[in-house]
């Protein structure tokens, strides 16, 4: 079964309004998870590293305060986009090192 | 230059035909390197790690040349439910951070 979850699994939002997406590692706890966006025929990539109880590391360009990352327990990381524009639209998918780097199921955003 | 690099496909192939996807990666500091498969609009899946020795999972083999700093997959009689988008990927150092090629996308036919 699954190990990582998200939710939500889907939204759908006005430009401008803020969304918040949860990775919960569901057996076991997580020090550090990570945050990808993955746009249409695209690859993952990597948008930064979240870290218990510490902050989030960014990747570059990935700006840190359009998004969001709070780490405030070993198994939940939160990721907030903020203000979003339809640019912001993708496929957001969280990870978490359990015996192996599990991915979650993944959030489809659209901004509209 | 794109740190790890794909033939993007799509490659149509009947069923039972033996098809390779290969990939190059730019770090030679690298330390681990796997094949991922997705689905559309699902997760990316671990489908197999890959090492220097090559190595086997049923129908799928692996094989790693550090040397030349390229992964391959090779899949054999092919299945109609091997259609999918695969992913080389290949973890740096100890950070624990995954860098996904574009991925390449298997379509197998009737």
């Known amino acids: 079964g699954a190990v990582v979850s998200q939710h939500p699994s889907r939204v759908i939002c006005k430009s401008g309004t803020s969304v918040k997406i949860e990775c919960r590692s569901l057996?076991?706890?997580?020090?550090?998870m990570f945050w990808y966006r993955q746009f249409p025929k695209k690859s993952l990539m990597l948008m930064a590293t979240s870290n218990e109880g510490s902050k989030a590391t960014y990747e570059q360009g990935v700006e840190k305060d359009k998004f969001l990352i709070n780490h405030a327990s070993l198994t939940l990381s939160t990721l907030t986009v903020t203000s979003a524009h339809p640019e912001d639209s993708s496929f957001y998918i969280c990870?978490?090192?359990?015996?192996?780097?599990?991915f979650g199921p993944g959030t489809r955003l659209t901004v509209t | 230059r794109k740190e790890v690099e794909q033939d993007p496909g799509p490659f149509n192939v009947p069923e039972g035909a033996t098809v390779a996807f290969n990939c190059t990666y730019s770090n030679s500091a690298s330390q681990s390197f796997f094949w991922y498969r997705q689905d559309c609009r699902k997760e990316p899946k671990l489908l197999m790690s890959v090492y220097s020795s090559g190595n086997e999972d049923g129908r799928f083999t692996a094989q790693l040349n550090r040397a030349s700093q390229y992964i391959s997959l090779l899949i054999r009689d092919s299945k109609l439910s091997d259609s999918a988008t695969y992913l080389c990927v290949v973890r740096s150092g100890n950070t624990g951070k995954l860098i996904f090629g574009q991925g390449t996308t298997l379509q197998v036919k009737p």
């Open positions: 057996d076991f706890q997580a020090t550090t």
């Open positions: 990870s978490a090192y359990g015996a192996e780097q599990y």
